[in-house]
């Protein structure tokens, strides 16, 4: 897998059109919500606690590309 490579060797990967054009406007409101912007956990970087986020990020298609990439112990 090319992408695999591409990422031991450069530490990151693009992966283009993994979101659906509602998955990003989704997260794009959510970035400019009053309620987001005022949620310090999520400011400091812990997107996990915040539901929207999870319900966007947390999948199986994640979780199988991960796999993919990195292995299964993920």
């Known amino acids: 897998m090319e992408q695999k490579q591409f990422l031991q060797d450069n530490g990151y990967v693009v992966i283009k059109d993994f979101l659906s054009q509602d998955e990003v ?3 794009r409101k959510l970035c400019l919500s009053e309620n987001f912007q005022k949620n310090t956990s999520v400011i400091m970087g812990d997107l996990i606690t915040h539901k929207g ?19 299964e112990d993920i």
Not at 53 to 71: E, S, V, Y
């Open 25 to 27: 406007e989704t997260l």
């Open 53 to 71: 986020f999870r319900d966007i990020i947390f999948t199986d298609k994640l979780i199988n590309l991960l796999k993919k990439l990195i292995g």
